[in-house]
C-alpha cells in the first residue's frame, strides 16, 4: 500500500487518447460515407432518367412502329 497512484492513471490517460483518435476517425469516414451516398444517389437519378427515356423510345417503337 506504499505505492501512491495518479489519478487519472497513465493507462486511463492512454485510453482517453486513443478513443478520441478513434472518434475522429469514425467521423470522417461518417462524412466520406455521405459523400459517397450523394455521389450513388446522383448516378442513380441520371440513371433513372435515361432508362425512363429509352422505355420511351422502346414502347413507341413496338406500338406505333
Do not use: H, Y
Not at 462524412?31 to 459517397?36: E, G
Not at 442513380?44 to 423510345?57: D, E, N, P, R, Y
Amino acid at each position: 500500500m506504499g505505492e501512491e497512484k495518479k489519478c487519472p492513471c497513465d493507462t486511463v490517460v492512454e485510453l482517453q487518447e486513443t478513443v478520441d483518435d478513434q472518434r475522429d476517425q469514425l467521423a470522417e469516414g461518417n462524412v466520406q460515407f455521405a459523400v459517397i451516398n450523394t455521389k450513388l444517389n446522383l448516378i442513380m437519378w441520371v440513371l433513372s432518367a435515361v432508362g425512363i427515356a429509352v422505355i420511351g423510345v422502346v414502347v413507341k417503337m413496338i406500338f406505333i412502329g
